[in-house]
Structure formats: structure tokens, C-alpha cells
């Protein structure tokens, strides 16, 4: 009863400091090979069948776990988040909510940040520790953010796997530096990837389990995953309260749009990819992006986990096939 869940990155610092278990429901949800039963279990528990396939699948995930507590992101993740506290109540599971101020008011941060620790009994001392641990482990995701879309050594679906797990370092922060280790020593042993064409990806992660191999074989490589990037914190500040202000994904499209713009520049793609999650309120987003970023552009939709549909793989091989012309 060690293990604390929670629904998007929070100060995942604050749970190690308390000697926890931190544990990405998301993570757990999409790599179970029972994802599309979770999604069925959450619908015959009464969730509607228009409501977003994560919340689905986080519900049923923190039922079969053996959780401690659950810390549900209220603010600045998904719009159902507080639903999916509730019923979780309904089942006497501990909830724990946890709040990004949408001004990205860095005292208002601070105080939820003061209130979780409140919660776990630990002091920013220790958390400062921590946090001194974690940056160290932070540079290896940079260098194999690197190493993709630079040295083009690393494939876009590495580069999503190792990077969201980024998001509770698979809740063993020293066996993940390790394997970071071992990855970076093999993949600088390889010959350059020759791209026919680069992609960006932003939005959320994806709820296909086959996307970046599907552009793989097409002859496209993703060298920019946004939000995933964005959990594994890439950025150099001693103030944790900080590192969670600059962090983007909580605070809506405008605040992430300049991040997005920076890196679109820097990596040199040729189109981009934007993932909007079925009955999710972000797909309104698409307008935003759409207008404030110059490239071609593709949106998809994803609803339930598993491979993309065939109408899906059929628009994204127009895309690719466009690009390279």
C-alpha cells in the first residue's frame, strides 16, 4: 500500500520524498494488454459511452491496483478529472487533489505544491534532495531527445516510450537511470537514420498502440513528441516550483504554443502531426494550432486503445505522401 496514482505529472518529487511509489495510471492503462477491457469494465460500471477513453481506462486501473492513495489532477489536465475522483471515492479509494493555477501564478503554485507535501508529511528540504536526483536523471532523457531529432540515431517510438515514462521514471527511479544508460551506450552504436520525411506530433500521447511504427514503415520518423518532452521536464532551474511553472501542458494551448514553435524551428520538420482524444475538450484546441502554426498539418483522433482504424492509417499515408512530394 506503498503505491500513489495519480492522472498527469504532478511533483512527483514530493511522493519519492515520501518514500512512495509513483505510478502514471495513463502508463499502466495503455501498456496493459487488457487496455480495451479496462475501457469495457469502466462502461459497465455506468461511465457513458461519451466520455474519453483514458478517464475509462484510469478508473478501472485504480480499482485493480493496490493503491494507497490516488492524487487526481483537477486542473489542467481533463475536464472529467473531478468526475473520475468522485466515483473513485464511491469505491473508498483515497483521492488527493492537486491543481495548476491556469495564470501559471507562481504562488498559487506554490501553495498547492505546500498542500501536497502537507499531505505526504514531508518538507521541501527533502524534497529538494530528491529533486537534485531526478535533474541528474533528467539530462539522460535529454540526450536521447538529442540523439533523435540531431544525430537521428533514435526512432520516434523510442523516443515516446522513454520520455513519457519520464512521467514516474516507471516507478523506480534507478533501475529507469539504468536503463536510459543502456539505451544511449546502444543507440550511439547505430548508423543515422535517412529520413524521407520529419514529423512533429503534439497533443497528448497517442491511444493507438501502432502510430509511430505505422510512420516508420511509411518512411516518416517523428523527431519532436510535445507533451511527452514536456513530463520529461527539459529545462535547467534549481526552483522546483519553477520547473512545474515552465512545465506546459497544464496551462492550456496559448502557453504551450511558443515551446511548440521554438522546437518546430530548431528540428527542421517537414509537417505536423496534432492527436486529439475522442470527447476530449482539447480537440477545440485544433483551431488555435491550426492558425498560429505554419506547416502542413494532420489532425487525428483516436477513441479506444489499440491499432489506428483503417480510415485513420489511410489519411496518415495521404499526409506522408504528400510530404515527400
Known amino acids: ?44 460500471a455506468g461511465y457513458p459511452r461519451n466520455t474519453c477513453g483514458w478517464i475509462k481506462g484510469l478508473y478501472s486501473v485504480a480499482l485493480e491496483n ?4 490516488v492524487i487526481a489532477v483537477t486542473q489542467g489536465d481533463c475536464s472529467n478529472t ?28 506554490r501553495e498547492q505544491m505546500d498542500k ?27 540526450e536521447i531527445d538529442l540523439m533523435t531529432w540531431r544525430d ?21 527511479p534507478q533501475q529507469y537511470e539504468r536503463d536510459l544508460h543502456s539505451f544511449i551506450s546502444q543507440a550511439r552504436s547505430r548508423k543515422p537514420y535517412k529520413d524521407e520525411v520529419r514529423l512533429a506530433y503534439i497533443g497528448v500521447p497517442p491511444i493507438f ?10 518512411g516518416a520518423r517523428v523527431v519532436y513528441n510535445e507533451v511527452q518532452r514536456q513530463f520529461s521536464m527539459p529545462f535547467d532551474t534549481t526552483d522546483i516550483v519553477e520547473q512545474y511553472r515552465q512545465y506546459t501542458y497544464p496551462y492550456g494551448a496559448f502557453a504551450r504554443l511558443d515551446d511548440i514553435r521554438t522546437q518546430l524551428e530548431l528540428r527542421n520538420v517537414d509537417g ?5 482524444q475522442t470527447f476530449c475538450y482539447r480537440q477545440i484546441e485544433d483551431l488555435i494550432y491550426r492558425q498560429k502554426l ?17 480510415r485513420t492509417r489511410m489519411r496518415m499515408e495521404a499526409f506522408v505522401s504528400m510530404l515527400k512530394k
Not at 66 to 69: K, N, R
Not at 116 to 142: N, P, T
Not at 209 to 217: A, K, M, R
Request: glycine share 6%; with cysteine; net charge negative.
Open 1 to 44: 500500500m506503498n503505491k500513489i496514482g495519480f492522472t498527469t505529472s504532478i511533483p512527483m518529487e514530493i511522493i519519492l520524498a515520501a518514500g512512495k511509489i509513483p505510478v502514471d495510471l495513463n502508463n499502466i492503462f495503455i501498456a496493459s494488454e487488457r487496455s480495451r477491457q479496462l475501457v469495457d469494465i469502466a462502461e459497465d
Open 152 to 172: 537521428n540515431l533514435v526512432s520516434g517510438s523510442e523516443n515516446h516510450y522513454y520520455l513519457v515514462s519520464a512521467s514516474d521514471f516507471n516507478g523506480d
Open 294 to 310: 505554419n506547416l502542413p498539418f494532420l489532425t487525428m483522433e483516436g477513441d479506444k486503445p489499440g491499432k489506428m482504424d483503417a
Open 272 to 276: 505536423l502531426i496534432h492527436y486529439t
Open 66 to 69: 493496490d493503491l494507497e492513495a
Open 116 to 142: 501536497l507535501m502537507q499531505a505526504f508529511g514531508v518538507g521541501w528540504e527533502s524534497v529538494y534532495r530528491v529533486k537534485a536526483d531526478l535533474d541528474r536523471i533528467r539530462v539522460l532523457c535529454r
Open 82 to 109: 473531478q468526475a473520475l475522483m468522485e466515483t473513485l471515492q464511491l469505491k473508498d479509494i483515497k483521492t488527493i487533489p492537486f491543481a495548476y493555477p491556469f495564470d501559471r501564478d507562481k504562488v498559487t503554485l
Open 209 to 218: 498502440t501502432d502510430l509511430y511504427t505505422g510512420l516508420e514503415s511509411m
